[in-house]
């Protein structure tokens, strides 16, 4: 190959090989990123359990929590405005309510934590934000949108992209028999 062949050679083949790596490095990112996001919805689902069962002083008082006889979901339920209020109204406090949305607020928490059974979780999450959502409707600072829809679809992104194979169990999770054989555990 003569010299000017080579050097030719070498200029179109440069740009490819740096863009391809740039292009896995930003994935790389982006999946660091989208890690991070989960473990943070799931800080934020292991944290909320936590305060309701404990009472840490954060959102919930130590004599309201669930271990000292606290009821999580009367609170904010009996606050309800709007076209629902009735239903969250009759349905705050009851034992029915309160088991649900804890064990909602630990399998979501856990799940995300893990990187596990994503679909699963980010499916009872985002219908989990958006029956907050409806609680407190219409949302204070906006007509329709607020944080609850946004994190709705933020879990769902979540699963869609495999967020729990990075930093996670995902990976492993996938390949078990009982997974390959019920896709919608993924």
Do not use: C
Request: proline share 5%.
């Amino acid at each position: 190959m003569t010299a000017m062949a080579e050097r030719h050679t070498a200029r179109t083949t440069a740009p490819a090989v740096t863009h391809e790596a740039a292009g896995t490095t930003a994935q790389k990112a982006a999946r660091y990123v989208w890690a991070g996001l989960r473990l943070a919805f799931a800080f934020t689902f292991l944290w909320a359990f936590l305060d309701k069962v404990f009472g840490f002083g954060f959102a919930t008082p130590s004599e309201r929590s669930w271990i000292n006889g606290g009821n999580p979901t009367k609170g904010f339920l009996s606050g309800s405005e709007g076209p629902f209020a009735s239903f969250y109204h009759n349905l705050a406090g009851t034992g029915f309510a309160n088991w649900a949305f804890m064990i909602a607020l630990l399998g979501v928490g856990l799940a995300f934590a893990l990187g596990i059974g994503m679909r699963v979780a980010a499916v009872s999450g985002a219908v989990l934000y958006v029956l907050m959502w409806s609680v407190a409707l219409p949302p204070e600072t906006n007509p329709f949108l607020d944080e609850h829809l946004l994190g709705a679809a933020t879990m769902v992104g979540l699963a869609l992209v495999g967020a729990g194979r990075t930093l996670g169990f995902g990976g492993y999770w996938e390949k078990l028999p009982i997974v390959q054989r019920l896709p919608w555990l993924k």
